[in-house]
């Protein structure tokens, strides 16, 4: 069974930075494209950043352009989502994702979960 592990979250003000962290267990890491997508109260769970396989490529929404990047790190089993100038519009539940396909804004795409790590941005 494929377990994700998200952990890096916290109270930041605007303007601020944090990193977060993925770490998988119980599957080959480096056959899942991995994402991250974030929920805020009362909207839907939005993508955010995607990676492929090897790291060659990746996609952001347009909201988090210039200010996030994701990077993995196959020998560790590891995805990270480096957010800086957060706003408080960055506020939510922020997820990482295990997916099959090079679908990566495509919530379907993705099998895999983990339990989700709170963001908060301050104004």
């Known amino acids: 069974q494929v377990q994700l592990v998200e952990s890096g979250g916290g109270l930041v003000q605007a303007g601020g930075s944090l990193r977060l962290s993925c770490l998988a267990s119980?599957?080959?890491?480096?056959?899942?494209?991995m994402g991250w997508f974030r929920q805020a109260p009362g909207k839907e769970r939005e993508f955010v950043a995607a990676i492929t396989w090897n790291g060659s490529g990746e996609k952001y929404a347009d909201s988090v352009k210039a200010r996030f990047t994701i990077s993995r790190d196959n020998a560790k089993n590891t995805v990270a989502l480096q957010m800086d100038n957060l706003k408080p519009d960055d506020t939510a539940v922020y997820y990482c994702a295990g997916g099959s396909r090079w679908y990566p804004a495509d919530r379907s795409n993705y099998n895999y979960w983990g339990q989700g790590t709170q963001v908060t941005v301050s104004s």
């Open positions: 119980g599957g080959t890491f480096r056959d899942y494209v």
